[in-house]
């Protein structure tokens, strides 16, 4: 069998363990732990994507992976911002 | 031959570090000091193997992209952990309840507007001088 596509299958694999820690991580008391752990999910998310595209040469998940990193950013940085308050 | 072998190295190393960063985040206990800070900085980590895998998938200008934006994230949600939620760190989240059974528990505030230089209450105790008395022993 391939190892490159061995490789991917870990990979992917590892990435949904990372959801589910992150998952558990966003569940604690601050807000700000749920900001981080659903930052963390879009990202795995999108990097499984990426590698679910390239295992079945489906292009257009690039396009989304790419959509959901950069949206993704937007959205943490203006939930942190108003978390942050004006001083 | 060779590029398939360097992509899949890339990709089990970029697997490897994102299930160490997945093992500290879920281990970092919530009672040590800055734990929130602690767990950012593992975040880190991930967007790492991130890239890494980004690269390995061929993908170079995501990766390129994402290694911009990460570490704004992680500066984000720092800054707005910092300014709301921080009790530890920030002394201005540290606002004490004034109580009218104990007189030792003021709020900060009103310390400072007594401290304040331009303060009533200081040009009011300014008529009074202290006198050194001598004492003499018989």
């Known amino acids: 069998m391939d190892i490159l596509l061995i490789s991917k299958y870990i990979l992917i694999i590892a990435l949904v363990i990372m959801m589910f820690a992150a998952l558990r991580v966003s569940a604690y008391k601050t807000t700000s732990m749920g900001l981080l752990g659903s930052s963390v999910v879009v990202v795995a998310f999108a990097v499984a994507l990426l590698a679910f595209g390239d295992l079945y040469n489906l292009t257009f998940y690039r396009d989304i992976s790419l959509a959901l990193i950069f949206f993704g950013f937007v959205g943490t940085v203006a939930f942190a911002v108003v978390a942050g308050g004006d001083k | ?138």
Not at chain 2, 42 to 55: Q, S
């Open chain 2, 1 to 138: 031959m060779v590029v398939e072998l360097i992509q899949s190295i890339l990709l089990l190393i970029a697997a490897f570090m994102v299930i160490v960063s997945a093992v500290g985040l879920v281990t970092l206990s919530s009672d040590r000091k800055n734990a929130v800070y602690g767990r950012i900085h593992i975040v880190g980590i991930f967007d790492i193997a991130c890239i890494i895998a980004m690269i390995g998938l061929g993908q170079y200008l995501l990766a390129g992209i994402y290694f911009i934006l990460a570490p704004f994230t992680a500066h984000a949600i720092a800054n707005a952990f910092y300014k709301s939620e921080d009790v530890e760190n920030n002394a201005e989240l540290n606002v004490v309840e004034e109580d009218d059974s104990n007189p030792f528990i003021v709020n900060k505030s009103k310390i400072q507007v007594l401290e304040d230089k331009d303060s009533e209450k200081l040009k009011a105790d300014d008529r009074f001088t202290i006198s050194m008395l001598d004492i003499e022993e018989e």
